[in-house]
């Protein structure tokens, strides 16, 4: 069965931290590149990282240097690690392959504030 299964989200201050996690199953994860989205109600989902089957990275300007994007291909997991959040981070975060999308997941809410 094919499915996406983020977790992690929550409340948390600005400055603070938070880790996600993206559970792909029935896609052949090792061989895919995934990406975390980010989407505000009623604006298109953006990318904000990627990481390729063989570990090369890239990040959106707005998140460069404050998250990472490791995978961990013998778990099937793809993660997203935040630092130094910011109350413009607030959205649902959804994870997917970029090029060869799959059923989208639920998500999971991330809101950064005071």
């Known amino acids: 069965q094919v499915q996406l299964v983020e977790s992690g989200g929550g409340l948390v201050q600005p400055g603070g931290s938070l880790s996600l996690s993206c559970v792909a199953s029935?896609?052949?994860?090792?061989?895919?590149?995934m990406a975390w989205y980010r989407q505000i109600p009623g604006k298109e989902r953006v990318v904000v990282a990627m990481i390729n089957s063989g570990g090369g990275s890239g990040y959106s300007d707005s998140v460069r240097g404050r998250f990472t994007i490791p995978r961990d291909n013998v778990k099937n997991t793809v993660y997203l690690r935040m630092n130094d959040l910011k109350p413009e981070d607030t959205a649902v975060y959804l994870c997917n392959d970029p090029a060869r999308p799959v059923p989208w997941g639920q998500g999971t809410q991330v809101t950064v504030s005071s």
């Open positions: 029935g896609i052949g994860f090792s061989t895919r590149t």
